[in-house]
């Protein structure tokens, strides 16, 4: 009986959890689409795609490298727990799930992070765009 007690209550926590990240991200969608500098968001049909695969608390990878002036598609992955990534330097934002087609027109590095507080793991979630 205690046994079972306790799974119900650990399973109110994990759904607890999930709430909170999802009201995170309902906020995240009024960020406004597209402020930055070297950096247009269209509708219109990419050359280059790339996915970012997010898990608790990682990226699947550091870097990304795509090409400068020409589209390209990102799209945000969870794999396991609800991420977010933003880009700083771009005022780029995409949630669970979301896909954008940015073109980036200045080479460099651009770093993006997780935007939304995922638990323990949150601060390590970083990798960055390697624009070329
Ligand atoms: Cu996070």
Same mark, same amino acid.
């Given at each position: 009986?205690?046994?079972?007690?306790?799974?119900?209550?650990?399973?109110?926590?994990?759904?607890?959890?999930?709430?909170?990240?999802?009201?995170?991200?309902?906020?995240?969608?009024?960020?406004?689409?597209?402020?930055?500098?070297?950096?247009?968001?269209?509708?219109?049909?990419?050359?280059?795609?790339?996915?970012?695969?997010?898990?608790?608390?990682?990226?699947?990878?550091?870097?990304?490298?795509?090409?400068? #002036? *020409?589209?390209?598609?990102?799209?945000?992955?969870?794999?396991?727990?609800? &991420?977010?990534?933003? @880009?700083?330097? $771009?005022? +780029?934002?995409?949630?669970?799930?979301?896909?954008?087609?940015?073109?980036?027109?200045?080479? #460099? *590095?651009?770093?993006?992070?997780?935007?939304?507080?995922?638990?323990?793991? &949150?601060?390590?979630? @970083?990798?960055? $765009?390697? +624009?070329?």
């Amino acid at each position: 009986m205690m046994k079972k007690a306790l799974f119900m209550c650990m399973l109110a926590a994990f759904v607890m959890v999930i709430a909170a990240c999802g009201s995170n991200n309902k906020n995240n969608d009024k960020s406004p689409e597209n402020a930055g500098n070297g950096v247009e968001t269209t509708g219109s049909a990419s050359s280059q795609e790339v996915v970012i695969k997010a898990s608790s608390w990682k990226f699947d990878k550091q870097e990304y490298t795509i090409k400068k #002036g *020409e589209p390209v598609k990102l799209t945000l992955e969870s794999v396991s727990g609800v &991420h977010g990534i933003e @880009v700083s330097d $771009l005022d +780029v934002k995409l949630g669970s799930g979301d896909s954008k087609v940015i073109t980036i027109n200045d080479a #460099g *590095e651009y770093e993006f992070h997780c935007n939304i507080q995922c638990g323990t793991g &949150h601060k390590k979630m @970083v990798a960055k $765009l390697v +624009v070329e």
